[in-house]
């Protein structure tokens, strides 16, 4: 089958050759009668008529008109013939040199040329395809192709335009393509041309993202978030301490996902921003005598806006909490902004705490007021004595750094008890109480005695509760060293 481009120049061909044909018909007719001619003037001329008659003139005339004619039709079917068999030179030398997929289709977009890495790409041979429209490869979920060739117009094409491919073993291939029209001599369409390869690993994690992006940029223009609140508890007393912000999106996929999708799309500090004003509009629905714990990337804290939007906050109950995602890129600056907000009453919290190195390293670099113990470290914390060990051994730092510690993710009555029996002294998680985004329940947790409600024990005695530091440091350093030291555990047959 020929491409578009060979049957337009076929076409062209076949024009030019009729032309000929035509002009020599005409040119041979002229002949015969330019001898009828030629014989009646010999003939007055023999009869002694003087002189050539005007009718010779004319005649001779038009046939050198009509054998220009004949050879301008002549010369312009000879380069057809010639830029024909160029195109074919060059789109073979393009096939053979191209690591992709050349194609020609014709106007309805039926494959009239493909060249061999088409089989590389989607495993057709060339001649398969030939006479096939491109329409019944594409996948069906993927209706890009036919959108696009059904609102072609003349002189049209398209650049990168990213289509899925059925594969001949049945799988898809994501390729990226362009192409050009292809015009006759009077500016007519007759098909299309163009080249069609695989996306790079770049191009393709770039893809991925554009979903999220658009997702992410949704979500943000019309602030799609809602703030739920779960209550931080006096592992002693029993009594409510704070409340920690913790955003919920309307769809309700996870908030981990919808923050992974901001990373990688480049909107954290966006997703950031808003998550941390949403948390500052609940401070006057937080009990009163409770704090409020927001959480903030240190890029939020370095970028100024924080700083901003405390206007009307009632800083001394406020907390933030640093969390980490990416690595902190100068710790003089961040020490900087959190000594500014210290100064106004802020307090700070390293979050997820034992969860890894760079957790440890916030605790030691930035000297918080609040730590915060991650799940992991809690996870079987009464049968396992290296969770015990480590628990303890921030239990010690934070004792040196005068902050209070907190465990987060407490699931179960034995992590509670092991808790507060190593000296942490507050605890959140689904014993106490999930997240919620009802009003009702944030005004009942003031009220509520969580101990009681979880089946603890009733708190201690006031002078227990009053122990000086020097003996719970003495208490904390006891435990250390009972389970620090393997020596000191039983044997296990």
């Known amino acids: 089958m020929l491409s578009a481009q060979e049957q337009a120049c076929e076409r062209n061909t076949m024009v030019s050759t009729r032309s000929v044909i ?47 004619a004949c050879a301008v039709v002549v010369g312009s079917w000879l ?17 053979q040199s191209s690591v ?7 106007a309805e ?10 089989h590389r790409l989607l495993g057709y041979h060339p001649a398969d395809l030939l006479g096939r429209s491109a329409a019944t ?15 072609l117009t003349a002189a049209d094409g398209w650049e990168d335009m990213d289509v899925c491919w059925r594969h001949a073993d049945g799988s898809t291939v994501v390729l990226r393509g362009n192409a050009a029209a292809i015009t006759d001599h009077h500016g007519r369409v007759v098909g299309f041309r163009g080249s069609r390869r695989p996306l790079t690993d770049a191009e393709l994690a770039e893809r991925d993202l554009g979903p999220a992006r658009h997702r992410v940029s949704s979500m943000l223009t019309d602030r799609a978030m809602r703030v739920a609140l779960q209550p931080i508890v006096d592992l002693n007393s029993g009594r409510l301490a704070g409340v920690e ?89 961040l020490q900087d902004a959190l000594r ?17 190195y760079a957790s440890l390293s916030h605790v030691l670099q930035l000297r918080p007021s609040i730590i915060k113990i991650d799940r992991s470290l809690i996870t ?6 290296a969770r015990r060990s480590l628990v303890t051994a921030l239990v010690l730092l934070g004792l040196d750094l005068g902050a209070t510690v907190t465990g987060e993710g407490i699931e179960t009555p034995d992590e509670r008890e092991t808790l507060a029996d190593l000296g942490v002294g507050f605890g959140q998680g689904y014993l106490l109480a999930r997240p919620s985004t009802a009003l009702a329940d944030w005004r009942s947790w003031a009220h509520r005695s969580w101990l009681d409600a979880v089946g603890q024990a009733p708190p201690a005695p006031p002078q227990r509760l009053a122990a000086s530091r020097a003996s719970r440091a003495a208490h904390a350093q006891h435990l250390l060293s009972t389970h620090v030291d393997p020596r000191h555990e039983p044997r296990r047959r």
């Open 137 to 151: 490869l594409v996948e069906p979920f993927d209706e890009k192709l036919a959108d696009k060739l059904a609102t």
């Open 109 to 118: 977009a039926r494959f009239t040329y493909c060249s061999a890495g088409v």
């Open 380 to 385: 079987d914390i009464r049968t396992d004595p």
């Open 100 to 106: 992709g997929w050349l194609w020609e289709s014709d």
């Open 245 to 333: 912000a913790l955003a919920r999106f309307d769809d309700g996929r996870s908030p981990e996902l919808w923050f992974g999708e901001a990373a990688g799309t480049g909107q954290s500090l966006e997703l950031d921003s808003l998550a941390f004003q949403a948390a500052l509009s609940t401070f006057d629905r937080v009990p009163a005598g409770c704090y409020l714990s927001v959480n903030a990337t240190p890029e939020l804290i370095l970028s100024g806006r924080v700083e901003q939007w405390l206007g009307d906050v009632p800083l001394g109950r406020l907390v933030i909490e640093v969390t980490e995602h990416a690595r902190v890129r100068s710790y003089s600056q």
């Open 79 to 95: 380069r057809t013939r010639r830029d024909l068999f160029g195109r074919k030179q060059v789109l073979s030398a393009m096939a």
């Open 340 to 356: 500014r907000l210290h100064a106004r009453g802020v307090r700070l919290a390293v979050d997820d705490t034992g969860a890894g």
């Open 22 to 68: 035509a002009l020599g018909v005409v040119l041979v007719v002229d002949l015969v009668l330019a001898g009828f001619v030629g014989a009646e003037e010999a003939t007055s001329f023999t009869g002694g008529s003087p002189g050539v008659r005007p009718v010779v003139i004319v005649g001779l005339c038009w046939q050198l008109v009509l054998i220009t």
